[in-house]
């Protein structure tokens, strides 16, 4: 029943409000990246760095990682090295 | 399958098999060899499909099943169930997929005569009416958390009128995907080189390329979602019986992921 427990405090509604939150923020980033003077540079990490963070949220509290054995949170977690290989690899390209 | 079954034994050879090596081989040889124009590897790619889907299919009707037999996983993943790690392994699978795509889109941009700067009046996509379109789908990630919770503490009226809202948003952010193509088409950003357009080829490939795949993902995922629908309908699912609604749910969360990436990627990152 302890699955049960841990059910009933998942913070769905506060997970969905943070990335509408993220997501208003990053919307606003081409218009406001040019009208502040924000390098390409800064905005891409930013807009990078901010969908990372949506996707762990998602990962965590929605695909339930956050509440599943150590051995299934890290299973994912692996082949992200070879994805920022690819991406490394192309961009270096 | 049951008399096959008990004769091999409860844990044994469930899932050995040599005939799914033989089909990811055929996959490697038929699109190494469609990549590198290399006709003969093209053909032996066909041929070990058909072998490999052959064997397999001949290994079931023989009476070894390949359907999951036990609850749970052993060493290393004692304890977890063998549906569950089956999911996630094909969404790994996914994720390489969908990178492979994104890593050719970035290809694409960066060999470009051209690439449409985002915020910019010649922009071609719609950024507004796609950030609604991602609310959409994060809440339809939000409505299936939501489903998933309510099948696992048996409240089945709460379970189908979020398998339900699901379903709609889903259903929702695909119209709107086929109704932004539709006018994108009618404004010339097109898959492939057009004479209106030329230098949107590139953007137009990657484009439609990226958001395409993802489109038809989304539509596979409302498939698996009518389904749970229908089938909560019929009562199928309880608060001991909920794992078949958290399966779905975490493909519906993939395909939420994925946009996670492809909006920015697309629609607010330029050149």
Same mark, same amino acid.
């Given at each position: ?9 998942? =913070? ?56 599943? =054995? ?8 692996? =082949? ?14 | ?206 484009? $439609? ?27 199928? $699912? ?28 697309? $629609?607010?990152?330029?050149?």
């Amino acid at each position: 029943m302890e699955t049960v427990a841990h059910e009933l405090k998942r =913070p769905y509604v506060a997970v969905l409000a943070f990335l509408a939150i993220v997501t208003i923020i990053e919307v606003q980033i081409p218009t406001l990246g040019s009208a502040w003077g924000i390098s390409h540079a800064l905005q891409i990490v930013f807009l990078i760095g901010t969908a990372i963070i949506k996707a762990i949220m998602v990962a965590l509290y929605y695909m339930h990682l956050r509440y599943e =054995p150590r051995v299934l949170r890290l299973l994912p977690a692996g =082949p992200l090295v070879f994805v920022a290989l690819l991406i490394l690899v192309v961009v270096l390209d | 399958m049951a008399e096959a079954h008990a004769a091999h034994g409860d844990s044994e050879g469930h899932h050995t098999s040599i005939w799914p090596f033989v089909i990811a081989l055929a996959g490697g040889f038929g699109f190494g060899g469609l990549a590198t124009q290399f006709w003969p590897s093209v053909f032996a790619g066909i041929v070990l499909l058909i072998v490999g889907v052959g064997g397999w299919v001949r290994q079931d009707l023989y009476g070894v099943s390949f359907a999951v037999k036990q609850e749970a996983e052993d060493w290393p993943f004692t304890g977890i169930s063998s549906r569950k790690l089956g999911m996630w392994l094909f969404i790994i699978s996914e994720v390489f997929f969908f990178t492979g795509l994104i890593a050719a889109g970035l290809a694409l941009r960066v060999r470009a005569d051209f690439w449409p700067t985002p915020g910019t009046s010649d922009f071609p996509l719609n950024i507004p009416l796609t950030a609604v379109n991602t609310f959409v789908l994060l809440a339809s990630s939000f409505t299936m958390a939501e489903a998933v919770h309510s099948a696992q503490l048996g409240k089945q009226g709460h379970l189908k009128a979020f398998l339900v809202a699901t379903l709609a948003l889903g259903a929702f952010f695909v119209l709107i995907q086929i109704y932004e193509y539709g006018k994108l088409f009618g404004e010339n950003l097109t898959p492939w080189p057009n004479t209106i357009r030329p230098d949107l080829g590139s953007f137009g490939t990657a484009f $439609y390329a990226q958001t395409g795949f993802h489109g038809a993902h989304v539509t596979g995922g409302l498939l698996g979602l009518a389904y749970l629908t229908v089938m909560a309908w019929k009562g199928r $699912y309880g608060k001991d019986k909920s794992e078949g609604v958290e399966i779905v749910g975490l493909y519906w969360h993939l395909v939420d992921v994925v946009w996670i990436f492809l909006f920015p990627i697309m $629609y607010l990152i330029g050149r």
